[in-house]
């Protein structure tokens, strides 16, 4: 099925507001008037002058003060109502793009930069609002406002009209001829704006890294390079504008010089008024200049066009959901979580998947451990318990119900997350713990917080869980960060809960804090955790080793001591490594 072009699909957008625009079509059409009437009163009071009618001069004064006004309002509510048209529109594509990005797989994440998103939200959304308001009633006025001047001009006098005319078919060629031209470097200046955004937000998030390792230098040349491209591309964009202004200017000029020979020529013979050849020299610009501007109106459409096929790309990408979900509400309880013959993998090659035929039980209440070295497969285990990929092969369910009965949504309702990197969005830090469960109330949200010890600090901060804690929490630390999503945790209360290496990344001090927080967290829920110390795990009820995406052994920690097996050798290496760091400790202090 042949896809629907970027321009009726932006008409649609704008056909929801037709009162708006027909406002506009009015203002345009008296606008228009006004023009042309600009030319009768130059021709009027021209002709009272050269026959000495003084006695027309107080009707001609208030005649020129009605067309001022009448001219200064028109511009007014024109322009007023563009830009709130520009503005309607842009922001019902927003709050579309937006509830597609919602509603993206996490595949699309994987592959797609922030970045490229984020230019899609912003320059591609603002030259699309430009081409609802300004460039689109600018398409439309200036040939009706040629049109209507041809037909005045031929009522003053026809052979001179029909002589001016041929600058319109001339025009129109110039248009189509720059208008490609301009739509494809649109499109390449589109793209590469995007890239530079993308690198520019990296950078931007990644202050530390680049002073600690020096990477000034590298990073200034590297965005250089995407700076100038840009500016290549704009270059050439203004050589091609240029290059049809310059061409359409040189047509209207001519025809405008060979309009005032012939009328003067006409006056000279006594076939043509004085005040008609003014008249005529007035609507000659009405005539001209419309289709000069023309050219760079429609490759400013053009690129307009490429920055809302960018945003129709977005919408179009498939989604999890046909519509947005209702807000989670996590389930209360369930009884079985069984994860059968599961593979999986990243790519649609099947030689290097990230999981194999795996296959366990999860009851209700139990602690289930998931260890293993570096790139086993622990982290892809957990997304696909999630919903965020769903299994190449084999099933995951429920109480005997999996993803495709219950629905992504509900399915997901079963679980609460603790990441190794807590996940904070802008805001405070009510808002962050509330999260868990929107229709919380205070006395629960301070629960949560004491609970995951996380109360004290809050407290200690000038304005306690009303603190604003920055772009992705940069004002608290990281163990404070990590409290806080565990609060969020508690606060959601799922039956499911999951642990992804949660202290990993913390000094051992947020580590026993947090590890306290996790561990009344744990307290009659359902808990898998993804660990790298194999001490904090001893007393799980099930414990599943994992390599290169195979389970390779599962029991309890006894069991698989005992078994000599991959645990046994993981769990007495890093035993080993422990004690030498104590010893290696001893002797610094």
């Not at 004064?61 to 001022?68: E, P, S, T």
């Not at 129109?172 to 301009?182: A, H, N, R």
């Not at 649109?186 to 530079?196: H, N, P, V, W, Y």
């Not at 599962?554 to 035993?575: D, E």
Request: with cysteine; aromatic share 8%.
């Amino acid at each position: 099925m042949k896809k629907e072009s970027p321009f009726f699909r932006l008409l649609k957008y704008m056909g929801k507001y037709k009162m708006l625009y027909a406002g506009l079509i009015t203002t345009m059409l008296v606008g228009i008037a006004l023009e042309l009437s600009v030319a009768w009163f130059l021709s009027l009071i021209t002709n009272a002058a050269v026959k000495f009618e003084v006695e027309r001069w107080p009707m001609l004064i208030l005649m020129g003060a009605v067309i001022l006004v009448g001219s200064s309002l028109t511009s007014f509510f024109d322009t007023y109502l563009k830009q709130k048209a520009s503005l309607k529109v842009r922001n019902d594509i927003r709050l579309d793009t937006m509830d597609h990005v919602l509603r993206f797989p996490q595949t699309y994440y994987d592959q797609t930069h922030t970045g490229d998103l984020l230019a899609r939200f912003t320059s591609d959304n603002q030259a699309v609002g430009e081409a609802a308001g300004n460039i689109i009633m600018g398409l439309l006025k200036n040939p009706l406002l040629a049109l209507c001047a041809f037909i005045y001009l031929l009522n003053i006098h026809w052979p001179l009209a029909l002589i001016t005319i041929c600058v319109g078919p001339l025009m129109i060629l110039v248009g189509k001829l720059f208008g490609e031209s301009m739509r494809k470097k649109g499109t390449r200046l589109q793209e590469a704006m995007s890239k530079g955004t993308s690198f520019l937000q990296d950078v931007l998030g990644a202050s530390v890294l680049y002073k600690i390792f020096g990477l000034e230098k590298k990073i200034s040349k590297q965005y250089r390079q995407y700076s100038t491209e840009i500016a290549a591309i704009e270059r050439s964009q203004g050589m091609t504008q240029g290059a049809a202004a310059a061409v359409s200017g040189g047509i209207a000029i001519i025809t405008i010089m060979i309009a005032i020979l012939l009328a003067g020529f006409f006056v000279a013979k006594g076939s043509l008024e004085v005040g008609a050849m003014l008249a005529f020299i007035q609507l000659m610009n009405y005539l001209v200049n419309p289709f000069s501007v023309l050219p760079s109106l429609w490759s400013s459409m053009q690129q307009a066009l490429a920055g809302a096929e960018r945003i129709f790309q977005v919408i179009d990408t498939p989604k999890e959901y046909a519509e947005l979900p209702s807000e989670g509400r996590a389930k209360t309880s369930f009884s079985e979580l069984a994860m059968s013959s599961v593979g999986f993998s990243y790519t649609d090659s099947a030689d290097a998947p990230a999981l194999h035929d795996v296959g366990f039980h999860v009851y209700a209440g139990q602690t289930v451990a998931i260890v293993g070295a570096s790139g086993g497969g622990k982290s892809t285990l957990f997304k696909l318990l999630l919903g965020l990929y769903l299994p190449t092969t084999g099933s995951i369910k429920i109480d005997g119900k999996d993803v495709n009965t219950l629905g992504l949504r509900e399915y997901r309702d079963y679980f609460s997350l603790v990441p190794q990197e807590s996940v904070l969005l802008s805001g405070t830090i009510r808002d962050n713990i509330l999260d868990g469960n929107r229709s919380a109330g205070e006395e629960e949200i301070v629960a949560a917080a004491k609970q995951a010890n996380a109360y004290d600090f809050i407290m200690k901060l000038p304005q306690g869980f009303d603190t604003e804690i920055g772009e992705r929490g940069s004002r608290l630390s990281g163990g404070q960060k990590q409290r806080i999503a565990i609060a969020r945790a508690i606060l959601r209360d799922a039956p499911i809960l999951l642990l992804d290496e949660a202290t990993a990344a913390l000094d051992n001090e947020s580590e026993r804090i947090v590890q306290d927080a996790l561990t009344k967290l744990m307290v009659g829920r359902t808990t898998l955790v993804i660990a790298h110390r194999l001490s904090t795990v001893q007393n799980a009820d099930l414990i599943l080793v994992m390599e290169n995406g195979e389970l390779v052994e599962k029991g309890t920690h006894h069991a698989l001591l005992s078994a000599g097996g991959r645990y046994h050798a993981l769990y007495h290496a890093q035993l080993q490594q422990e004690e030498q760091a104590d010893m290696e400790c001893q002797t610094f202090n």
